[in-house]
């Protein structure tokens, strides 16, 4: 009787989630790291895609506010403050040269108060997928899609616009690219700001399981606000390397007794700037507690400290969630901060969780419901799992193997669905590589890969272990995913 309740009871649920959505449909990695692009002999980070016939390659960076997707115009740097501008843009996008272009002024702009002028446009964009090093990319083709020409600004067009009306995500979802309207973020570091190696990752339709670890957090977006994703921060904490009990909280007035007493303030996710901008008691108890001081380095007004620090700052949420940005990201070689100086009586302006939060932080977006999932990211995965993110349901981080798992296994189809299989995702995992391997591979580039994935895991297992929290900057610009060692 009580097995009839739960059959049924699991029909009813699997008859509702699979009504609208197909779950089966593979998601598309797009990987974020440093490469050419078109029109400037420069590497630029952001998300491999291109845009028009032939195919323009650009380094574009994802936005959570912004709806259209953009690239500077050929015009754009004329007169641009934009810092080094003809090399900053993520490529130059030369209309003129695609067959495939469209111009349409009858489109409406999804986005207000943008931070540059530009043109609608229809256009075909290439996502590329690029996992292995000595394989080529494969690419997704996203025909007649909405993407903004910008002609003037200030600021790096080259976005890609993932907002709550994101044409790119609407556009993959109707022409039935992915399963819904989800997607996946982890931002990286391996540009300068940060300082740091480990690149990003994007997934359309789904999350790369091999990206975060420990428990997921969910959160309702604000549908309200041009950033939807806010958090609530209550407490922030400083603790020295060296001495893990020196815990002293940015909110306590006992230790900072000049302060008026902080409150819970929500804060919004973006990855427009790269410093967190903080309430303004707060930021003058960091500025008082670390020996903080004005500086402007990097343009955006990030504290830089008198003295070294080795310790972290933990941002903790209203639900428990624990963020900690780590020693080497508090404070750089030359002790600048990933925190913004904050004027008095500023407090009215939103307050921001930013690019250095999100290095840490793995966001997973379901638009079909309005709610997001955080979680630790795992800074140097080895292992790209990508996995399908149906509406509704909740991220499952992949459990790493045990040494013997993979070397006991041989075949990439074993290896995947035997370690996955454990968690229970196998299927979409096994869907996701068939599918994937049918689109995008001809069978004697498949035969190679196949050969060329097994020794590469293989190779794969050894660093799974033992990885350091923190790459140093690479040695050479070599335009690879993975390094062989
Ligand atoms: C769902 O997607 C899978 C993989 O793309 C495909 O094989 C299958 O035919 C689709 N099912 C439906 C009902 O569209
Ligand atoms: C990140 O990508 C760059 C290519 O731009 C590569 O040189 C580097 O090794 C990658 N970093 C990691 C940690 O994989
Ligand atoms: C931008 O500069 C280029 C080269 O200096 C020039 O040919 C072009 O006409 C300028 N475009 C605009 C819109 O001023
Ligand atoms: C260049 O930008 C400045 C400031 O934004 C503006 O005043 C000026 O008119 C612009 N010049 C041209 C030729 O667009
Ligand atoms: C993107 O669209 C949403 C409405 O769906 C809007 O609230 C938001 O302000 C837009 N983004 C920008 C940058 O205008
Ligand atoms: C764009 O990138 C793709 C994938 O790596 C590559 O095949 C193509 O040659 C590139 N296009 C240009 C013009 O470099
Ligand atoms: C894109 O637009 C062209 C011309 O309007 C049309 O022929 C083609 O079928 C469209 N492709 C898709 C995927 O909608
Ligand atoms: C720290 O920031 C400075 C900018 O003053 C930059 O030159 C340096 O490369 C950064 N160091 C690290 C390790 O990120
Ligand atoms: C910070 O402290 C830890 C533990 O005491 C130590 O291992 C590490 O080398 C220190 N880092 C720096 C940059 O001094
Ligand atoms: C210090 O704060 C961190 C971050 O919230 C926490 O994990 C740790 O347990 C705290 N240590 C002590 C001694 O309270
Ligand atoms: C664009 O402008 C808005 C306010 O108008 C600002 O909040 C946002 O940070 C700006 N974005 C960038 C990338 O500068």
Redesign the pocket.
């Known amino acids: 009787m009580a097995s009839t309740v739960l059959y049924i009871a699991a029909t009813v649920l699997l008859a509702q989630s699979t009504v609208a959505f197909n779950c089966s449909t593979p998601p598309i990695y797009v990987d974020i790291h440093k490469r ?1 692009v078109h029109n400037s002999p420069i590497f630029q980070y952001g998300s491999f895609i ?1 845009v028009g016939t ?2 323009q ?1 650009h380094s574009l960076w994802p936005s959570l506010s912004q709806n259209h997707t953009s690239f500077a115009g050929k015009d754009y740097c004329n007169n641009s403050t934009l810092k080094d501008c003809a090399d900053a843009t993520g490529g130059t996008f030369i209309t003129s040269e695609s067959t495939s272009f469209t111009g349409n002024d009858k489109l409406q702009s999804l986005d207000s108060g943008s931070n540059f002028t530009g043109a609608l446009a229809q256009d075909t964009l290439h996502l ?1 997928t690029h996992y292995f090093e000595t394989d ?2 494969s ?1 997704t083709l996203l025909e007649n899609s909405t993407v903004e020409v910008a002609s003037h600004g200030n600021i790096n067009p080259g976005i890609v616009g993932m907002g709550l009306s994101s044409t790119v995500l609407q556009d993959l979802a109707a022409q039935g690219l992915i399963a819904a309207r989800t997607y996946s973020l982890y931002i990286g570091q391996g540009f300068d700001r940060a300082g740091g190696a480990v690149n990003g990752s994007n997934t359309f339709g789904g999350y790369d399981s091999g990206r975060f670890q420990g428990d997921v957090h969910r959160y309702a977006m604000t549908t309200s606000d041009r950033n939807p994703l806010s958090v609530k921060v209550k407490d922030i904490i400083i603790t020295n390397t060296a001495d893990p009990s020196s815990n002293v909280s940015l909110f306590d007035t006992s230790k900072f007794p000049s302060s008026s007493a902080p409150t819970a303030f929500d804060a919004q996710l973006t990855t427009d700037q790269y410093p967190l901008s903080l309430p303004y008691q707060i930021t003058q108890n960091f500025i008082s507690h670390l020996g903080a001081q004005p500086d402007n380095t990097w343009g955006d007004n990030s504290l830089k400290l008198k003295n070294a620090f080795n310790g972290t700052l933990s941002i903790v949420l209203d639900d428990g969630f624990t963020v900690t940005i780590p020693p080497e990201v508090l404070m750089n070689a030359s002790n600048i901060t990933p925190i913004q100086d904050r004027p008095k009586d500023s407090d009215d302006a939103p307050f921001y969780l930013s690019t250095a939060f999100l290095s840490q932080v793995y966001v997973m977006m379901d638009f079909e419901s309005f709610s997001f999932y955080l979680a630790e990211a795992v800074q140097k995965n080895n292992a790209v799992m990508p996995i399908t993110f149906c509406p509704k349901a909740t991220p499952v981080a992949y459990v790493r193997p045990k040494q013997s798992a993979w070397v006991s296994q041989g075949l990439i189809g074993a290896v995947i669905g035997g370690v996955l299989g454990g968690i229970g995702i196998a299927i979409t995992a096994y869907c996701f590589w068939v599918g994937w391997a049918r689109k995008h591979a001809n069978r004697r580039q498949e035969r190679e890969l196949e050969a060329g994935q097994r020794r590469k895991l293989r190779s794969l297992q050894m660093e799974v272990e033992d990885v350091p929290e923190f790459d140093p900057p690479p040695k050479s610009a070599t335009p690879f995913f993975w390094k062989k060692r």
Do not use: V
């Open positions: 050419a291109g032939p195919a390659n590329y080529g990319a690419q």
